[in-house]
C-alpha cells in the first residue's frame, strides 16, 4: 500500500506584521524576562484571536478588559500588574516604531496601567516589617 499524506493548512491568528513587532520587541531582552515577557504577549494575543482583535488594534478598553480577565481567573495581583506592564512597555514600543493600527492603546502608558489596584506597603507597613530584623 502506498502511504498518502493530507496538507493541513495552518491558519496563524497573527499576521506578519503582528509576529514582527513581538520578534523585534522581544528581541531587547533576554533570559527570565524574555521568557515571561513572550507568555505575556502570547496570553493577550490569544485573547485578542478568541474576540476577534488585531493584536495591532487594541485599545485601551480591550487592555482593561483583558487585565479583569486574568484577575477573574485568580491570578496574583503581582502578576496581573507585571502582564500589565509588558503590554504598556510592548504597546509603548509599537507606538514609537510606528506600527499601530488607528490610534491603538498608546495613550493608556501615560495615565497609568488600568485596572489594577495600587498593591504595595505603605510606608507604616513597611516601618513595621523592617522592624521585625
Known amino acids: 500500500m502506498a502511504a498518502t499524506s493530507t496538507l493541513v493548512r495552518y491558519e496563524d491568528p497573527l499576521e506578519v506584521g503582528e509576529w514582527s513587532a513581538i520578534a523585534r520587541f522581544l528581541?531587547?531582552?533576554?533570559?527570565?524576562?524574555?521568557?515571561?515577557?513572550?507568555?505575556?504577549?502570547?496570553?493577550?494575543?490569544?485573547?485578542?484571536?478568541?474576540?476577534?482583535?488585531?493584536?495591532?488594534?487594541?485599545?485601551?478598553?480591550?487592555?482593561?478588559?483583558?487585565?479583569?480577565?486574568?484577575d477573574q481567573e485568580g491570578r496574583r495581583r503581582s502578576t496581573v500588574t507585571r502582564r500589565l506592564s509588558t503590554l504598556c512597555s510592548f504597546y509603548r514600543y509599537c507606538h514609537l516604531e510606528a506600527l499601530l493600527l488607528g490610534t491603538?492603546?498608546?495613550?493608556?502608558?501615560?495615565?497609568?496601567?488600568?485596572?489594577?489596584?495600587?498593591?504595595?506597603?505603605?510606608?507604616n507597613e513597611l516601618g513595621a516589617l523592617l522592624g521585625r530584623f
Open 104 to 123: 491603538g492603546p498608546q495613550g493608556a502608558a501615560p495615565k497609568g496601567r488600568p485596572g489594577v489596584p495600587d498593591v504595595g506597603l505603605d510606608r
Open 27 to 70: 528581541a531587547g531582552y533576554s533570559g527570565n524576562t524574555r521568557i515571561s515577557y513572550t507568555t505575556d504577549l502570547r496570553l493577550l494575543a490569544a485573547w485578542c484571536t478568541d474576540r476577534g482583535i488585531r493584536l495591532l488594534g487594541v485599545r485601551r478598553a480591550h487592555l482593561e478588559t483583558f487585565a479583569q480577565t486574568v
